[in-house]
């Protein structure tokens, strides 16, 4: 299993599902569902407090209470991402073993395994 293109050897590959024999799916933890927008909302927080704290007097109470509670999420998601952590990678890694076409993102180039 080689994870680079035959062409140009780049590392940038992307899976392409075949409708004669479509890969297994991986199966996303619902903890990396659960922590990906989290995160998102909080860096949006996070990046509001610090604007109020330049151009005004500080964040607000609501605003530093929903950052609180929107970083608890998050710590929260990332400890049972990190659990969830080893069976997604098995999942992963089966899917890319399964998977028979593949793409290049820096070249175009398509080919089959
Ligand atoms: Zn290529």
């Not at 780049?10 to 996303?28: D, M, Q, Y």
């Not at 860096?43 to 964040?59: D, H, K």
Request: aromatic share 10%.
């Amino acid at each position: 299993m080689q994870y680079q293109c035959p062409k140009c050897q780049s590392r940038k590959i992307l899976p392409v599902a075949s409708a004669s024999e479509p890969a297994v799916r991986p199966v996303v933890p619902k903890s990396l569902v659960f922590l990906i927008p989290s995160l998102f909302i909080l860096l949006l927080l996070v990046i509001i407090s610090i604007a109020m704290w330049i151009f005004g007097n500080g964040a607000g109470q609501t605003l530093q209470i929903a950052t609180v509670i929107i970083f608890i999420i998050s710590a929260i998601a990332g400890v049972l991402f990190w659990r969830d952590l080893p069976d997604f990678k098995i999942s992963m890694q089966s899917f890319m073993q399964a998977n028979k076409e593949w793409k290049c993102r820096d070249c175009n180039h398509q080919w089959k395994i």
